[in-house]
């Protein structure tokens, strides 16, 4: 009977295990490619993007969610919902499916364009200028989520 059980057990850890690599595989073929760039470092490399499209939103004076993307401890702390990135894993954490527009919420939000892969499609041309007059941040491109990958995949540091 023991015996019975424990093949069951493993059955659906293995049936489980498949289904977690293969979902993931799908979800690494959607993304953009990692950048073959070396050495990508939070300072040098990313915190420029994050600076220019996040920190309105993500920085020293406003924390949606409870997410500072202005410092490298910030962004390896995560948010109110945990970490947002794995570092070694690109294809795994929230940053990454948000800013691809892939996740519950499409980064940066829109109306100013949807993310590369967002499931929302505009009807109507996008504003370029919010409210306050600024210009409205825009989708990250392909080549910065690559490099945001890479970064991710490198260790994150």
């Known amino acids: 009977m023991i015996h019975r059980k424990s093949i069951a057990a493993l059955r659906v850890a293995v049936i489980a295990s498949v289904g977690i690599a293969t979902t993931l595989f799908a979800l690494d073929y959607k993304l953009p490619p990692v950048s073959t ?4 470092t939070y300072a040098k490399d990313i915190r420029p993007i994050f600076q220019k499209n996040c920190f309105k939103c993500h920085g020293e004076n406003k924390q949606q969610r ?10 390896l702390k995560g948010c109110e919902d945990g970490p947002v990135i794995f570092p070694g894993k690109s294809n795994q954490g929230d940053l990454i499916l948000e800013v691809t527009g892939m996740g519950d919420h499409d980064m940066p939000p829109w109306p100013s364009a949807p993310p590369l892969l967002s499931r929302e499609h505009p009807t109507t041309p996008p504003p370029t200028v919010g409210d306050d007059g600024n210009p409205l941040p825009k989708p990250l491109t392909a080549e910065q989520i690559g490099l945001i990958r890479a970064w991710v995949d490198q260790g994150a540091k």
């Open 37 to 40: 760039q070396q050495d990508v």
């Open 66 to 75: 409870h997410l500072r993307l202005d410092s490298l401890e910030s962004v």
